[in-house]
């Protein structure tokens, strides 16, 4: 095995049929998911997108799929790292609400206009429909060289949309609107194939539920913990068949999340320190560089050579909805040892798809590409299934087993106390008003008017490590 640093030789990653006669115009009409298949293009280093048609006449734009934010925004004005923009001035339909949004991340940000528009989806439900749309009219490190998309399709809860949970998320407008089920569902198809490749790899987003021929096997079902990211509860992690056996709120702090607009699998940085110990002593590789596991180089093998049979496979244990019960769902090396580079005519160099995080276990594209996954809203829910696509010369490399007691892990895994952001906003607000209070005072006491200052710190910033613009790219 040969390393080389990765700085000097990948690219950035990013933040994830018929024509879509999807959806009859009358209350009994009847949802065609099959027009949704293979809709999306992509690949896990520059995330998934959707073709999208904004505003009258319509202006066709790609958008990334990222079920670990809240808003709708596109690209509002030219910028030299895409290749197409929305214009509202150009379409009859835009009216704008005069709000300004702006989301910030620890690397990067976007400030825009908030508006609404209607949108079609060629590959998406039938008809149209009016969506609250974010223009993007300044931005920093969001749009990078070299995505093929031009937006953000944000899906989680209303509770992280900017500048406040009353924004309609776009899919509660469908919902709403198109009267569709309250689910959606996600398949990638990167298994195996080169990271910011071609961005041809296929994938699907079934808009109002499940499309059996996405799946093989059983559905396994973990409950939502909080509706505002995906949150769900992982009991374990086990690294060739051995538990970790670490508590397993480490494995939740201080949430566990599942996010498609994540490249990696991130990881708490206790588990993540585990997790690379348990690999590098269970695979057959001697003396492997610490700059493979921290992202800092790629090991490089023959092409002839397939480097997969050197690691073991990763095991994720989640909660079922019966709490006495959990299942797992385990990835093999071909997910987590990603491709990214050739060198000349014999080397094919890789990455470690897994990274640490300061604040979250992130289920990103790493573990996705391996499973559909089902976002039931309705019943609130996350569902897994093996994924047809999540194969590597012909066979899978994802599972799903279970079910296994819980009689060995603590009845709950997720901390009670959780300062969540919008909880960090009214604290915020709080000590704002305190401070006003005490700058009554002063003026009265002291007749002085001191300035009272409010200082941003990074719980003023949207800035959770599993949607941080560093990380979609990293």
């Known amino acids: ?36 298949v293979e809709n999306l293009q992509g690949d896990s280093g520059r995330g998934y997108y959707l073709e999208m048609l904004i505003g009258t006449p319509p202006q066709a734009l790609n958008i990334l799929v ?85 937006g953000i399709l944000g899906l989680a809860y209303d509770a992280l949309a900017k500048p406040s949970s009353s924004v309609e998320t776009f899919f509660d407008s469908l919902v709403r609107q198109a009267r569709i089920p309250n689910i959606f569902s996600l398949q990638m198809c990167g298994a195996g194939l080169p990271v910011s490749g071609s961005g041809t790899n296929g994938g699907s987003l079934v808009l109002g539920g499940i499309e059996p021929s996405l799946y093989t096997g059983d559905i396994w079902y973990t ?25 397993c709120t480490e494995y939740n702090a201080d949430k566990a999340i599942v996010d498609s607009g994540t490249t990696l699998l991130r990881l708490p940085e206790k588990v993540f320190s585990a997790v690379v110990q348990a690999i590098a002593r269970t ?22 050579e397939k480097p997969w049979s050197l690691f073991p496979k990763l095991s994720i244990y989640l909660r079922d909805e019966n709490s006495s019960r959990s299942f797992r769902i385990s990835i093999l090396p071909q997910l987590y040892i990603q491709p990214i580079l ?95 209070i005490i700058l009554l005072v002063l003026i009265v006491l002291l007749l002085i008017p001191p300035r009272c200052q409010h200082r941003y710190t990074d719980n003023d910033v949207v800035n959770d490590e599993s949607s941080l613009v560093r990380h979609r790219w990293k």
């Open 283 to 304: 695979s057959l590789i001697q003396e492997f560089s610490s700059g493979f596991w921290t992202g800092s180089q790629l090991a490089c093998w023959d092409r002839a």
């Open 223 to 247: 409950p939502i913990k909080e509706e505002w990211y995906y949150q769900v509860e992982i009991l374990k992690l086990e690294v060739g068949g051995q538990n970790l056996e670490l508590d």
């Open 1 to 36: 095995v040969l390393l080389r640093p990765a700085s000097a030789s990948r690219q950035q990653d990013a933040p994830g049929a018929a024509d879509g006669l999807a959806l009859a115009s009358d209350p009994g009409g009847t949802l065609n998911f099959l027009a949704m």
């Open 66 to 150: 990222d079920t670990g934010s809240s808003n709708f925004a596109v690209a509002g004005v030219p910028d030299p790292d895409v290749t197409s923009y929305f214009n509202p001035e150009l379409s009859s339909t835009y009216r704008s609400q005069g709000v300004e949004v702006t989301v910030k991340y620890s690397q990067g940000s976007w400030t825009g206009v908030l508006g609404t528009d209607v949108i079609t989806m060629p590959k998406g439900l039938d008809g149209s429909y009016t969506i609250n749309i974010a223009t993007i009219l300044e931005s920093e490190n969001f749009f990078l060289p070299g995505v093929k998309w031009h």
């Open 342 to 436: 050739v060198i000349g005519d014999n080397l094919q160099c890789y990455r470690f798809g897994i990274s640490s995080s300061t604040n979250a276990l992130v289920i990103g594209a790493t573990v996705m590409e391996g499973f559909y996954v089902i976002f039931d809203r309705a019943q609130r829910r996350v569902g897994f299934a093996v994924s047809p696509c999540a194969e590597a010369d012909g066979s899978p490399v994802s599972e799903i087993e279970g079910p296994f007691t819980t009689a060995d892990v603590a009845s709950n895994c997720v901390s009670s106390v959780s300062f969540h952001e919008p909880v960090l906003w009214i604290a915020s607000y709080a000590l704002m008003s305190l401070c006003g």
